[in-house]
């Protein structure tokens, strides 16, 4: 069974910073492309990120680029998304994932952590 273990929300203000973390085992982690998705109120879960298994493919929706980075230490079995400038329009529940192979290219993802609430205030 994949557990996958989000920290690092919390309330922050316009502008502010964040770095959220996803925690797995290592056979959950080693070998699989993973991504940040998140959730805002009364609305559909979307794509924030993506990361390759071996640290490449690094891909991000156009709404977080420039702001957000995506990345992951393979030796730790973490994730990692540093959030900068950060809008009340980021507010959500984000989740980590992971995707059914090495890249996300033709895979789905296969298991969500269980989401850590982040909020931006005006």
């Known amino acids: 069974q994949v557990h996958l273990v989000e920290s690092g929300g919390g309330l922050v203000q316009v502008g502010g910073s964040l770095r959220l973390s996803c925690a797995a085992s290592a056979r959950a982690f080693v070998g699989y492309a993973m991504g940040w998705f998140r959730q805002a109120p009364g609305k559909e879960r979307e794509f924030v990120a993506a990361?390759?298994?071996?640290?490449?493919?690094?891909d991000y929706a156009d709404s977080v680029k420039g702001r957000f980075t995506i990345s992951r230490d393979n030796a730790k079995n973490t994730m990692y998304l540093q959030m900068n400038s950060l809008k009340p329009e980021d507010t959500a529940v984000y989740y980590c994932a992971r995707y059914g192979g090495w890249t996300r290219i033709g895979t789905l993802p296969d298991s969500w952590g269980q989401g850590t609430q982040v909020t931006v205030s005006s």
């Open positions: 990361i390759n298994s071996d640290g490449g493919g690094i």
